[in-house]
């Protein structure tokens, strides 16, 4: 076999400039999804049945369906469906903010029960709507058992978030992929691809770790 | 200021309260004493629909809380409650633990709040621990701290339940002043409590329970010289 890395060297730049693509769609699904996971949770926990079933249902099937088919349907399923036609970046936004938000809300769920029943009681005591009871009290307490699941969706969105390149985002894969095309060559750019999502997630887990030890001294 | 009609609350198939009505006046201090598991946590927390009650009605205020539309959150910022584990929020500073309802809840300027919940804290003896977290307080102190986070909403009346269960002996008597302080300046105080001595000293009254009922209902004067049911009796000396 012949690796000949020389020859695609020009096209690195090219690639890398895929990075910040998908960073974006990684941290802006990730800090949404966490809003609406957030949001999914507190119907999950509180005691409107039909706010909780709904939740559930959601999470089952945004669990229970392949991601890809997901991302395809919003995007060209939309269409026919709404009128409009989101963006590559629109339909990647909302499909990976709609799924992460439900892997979220089961783990942001987790987070409030940890939180003793007492904290609760004592805000209801005094007066204090649900709403803020949440915002305020619970979830700031939560945020330590959840963060590390936070960290976690972040990195399998970062890998997963190549599935945008299906639908043409132009994120590292895809722009892997066209150098391949172009240059007859795939085993060199995709290992470039690989290397990258490999020290992106690296940083991102030994972030984590430095948060953990931190979260865990204070 | 609150009533209670024939109030029932059952958890499963477990009826732990079987009809209870009682009246509390305002400013009155009542004490609630039974052995344990005789629904005491229960009554108390029906007042505030902390547990809501499988049938009966409360009133608070001549308002039914039990019926209808209530502006529960309306209802709880009038009747206050301290918890035996204290309950405060940890990762807010004492003062942050006082003033946090009365800013949200209550719409006082922060200033306001502040002022306020210095004094308070300043009447509980916290005064020099405005800005420390609850983990580095004493259980004394984070039950004083309760107290006050309690009396910032100027609450008409304030439930107590069992608030020095979970001390070491040697802080419940500065928890105990405390509450003593405030009984008889106008707040109707509602005081679930193991402390006889204590009950005794403060109390106007007396419920005794037992096994969900209400058994005895009397002046603290005559129940301890004189209960008139004989379960009374029989809680007395083994407690006294
Ligand atoms: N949330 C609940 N679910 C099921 N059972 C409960 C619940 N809360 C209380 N109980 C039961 O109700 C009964 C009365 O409880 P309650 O806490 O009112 O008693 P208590 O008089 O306050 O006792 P103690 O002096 O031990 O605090 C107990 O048998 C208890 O197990
Ligand atoms: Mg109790």
């Not at chain 1, 095309?181 to 690296?202: D, N, T």
């Not at chain 2, 002022?115 to 509980?124: C, E, I, M, S, Y």
């Not at chain 2, 002046?219 to 083994?238: I, V, W």
Request: net charge neutral; glycine share 8%; proline share 5%.
């Amino acid at each position: 076999m012949m690796l000949d890395f020389e020859r695609i060297w020009p096209s690195v730049p090219y690639i890398l400039g895929g990075i910040p693509v998908t960073l974006s769609y990684t941290i802006v699904s990730v800090c949404l999804g966490f809003i609406w996971g957030a949001l999914l949770a507190f119907c999950k926990v509180g005691h409107i049945p039909p706010l909780r079933w709904f939740a559930d249902f959601y999470t089952s099937i945004f669990r229970g369906t392949p991601l890809l088919l997901q991302l395809i349907l919003i995007y060209h399923a939309s269409p026919q469906v709404i009128g409009y036609k989101f963006s590559f970046w629109e339909a990647g936004i909302l499909t990976f903010t709609l799924n992460s938000g439900a892997y979220l809300s089961e783990h942001i769920r987790g987070g409030i029960n940890s939180v003793d029943k007492g904290q609760m009681e004592a805000a209801l005591s005094l007066g204090i709507s649900y709403p803020l009871i949440m915002k305020d009290i619970i979830l700031p307490q939560a945020i330590r058992t959840i963060l590390p699941s936070l960290v976690n969706e972040s990195i399998d969105l970062l890998k997963e978030s190549a599935l945008i390149s299906v639908i043409g985002g132009a994120d590292i894969l895809w722009r892997a992929n066209e150098v391949a095309a172009e240059k007859y060559a795939y085993f060199e750019p995709l290992i470039v691809a690989g290397l990258l999502y490999y020290i992106l997630v690296m940083i991102l887990t030994t972030g984590a770790r430095l948060l953990e030890k931190k979260l865990k001294t204070s | 200021m609150i009533l209670l009609e024939d109030i029932h609350k059952s958890f499963g198939t477990h009826e732990v309260l079987k009809g209870i009505s009682g009246g509390i006046v305002q400013g009155e201090v009542l004490a609630i004493i039974g052995p344990s598991g005789s629904g005491k946590s229960t009554l108390l927390r029906s007042i505030n629909l902390l547990e809501t009650p499988t049938s009966g009605k409360v009133f608070v205020d001549g308002v039914c809380i039990t019926e209808g539309r209530v502006d529960i959150e309306k209802v709880r910022t009038k009747v206050g409650m301290v918890f035996q584990q204290f309950n405060l929020f940890p990762h807010m500073t004492t003062l942050e633990n006082v003033i946090y309802a009365p800013i949200k809840v209550k719409k006082m300027s922060r200033k306001e709040a502040e002022t306020l919940g210095k004094n308070l804290l300043n009447k509980v003896g916290l005064g020099e621990k405005l800005h420390t977290y609850p983990p580095h307080l004493s259980g004394g102190q984070k039950q004083r701290a309760a107290i006050a986070r309690a009396l910032a909403m100027e609450p008409e009346a304030i439930l107590f339940d069992e608030p020095t269960s979970a001390l070491d002996p040697e802080m419940v008597k500065e928890v105990l002043t405390v509450i003593k302080d405030l009984a008889h300046t106008g707040i109707t105080m509602v005081i679930v409590t193991h402390e006889m001595g204590f009950a005794r000293e403060v109390a106007d009254r007396v419920w005794f329970l037992d096994e969900g009922l209400l058994v005895e209902d009397s002046t603290a004067k005559s129940f301890f010289e004189a209960p008139s049911t004989s379960r009374a009796q029989g809680f007395l000396e083994k407690v006294l």
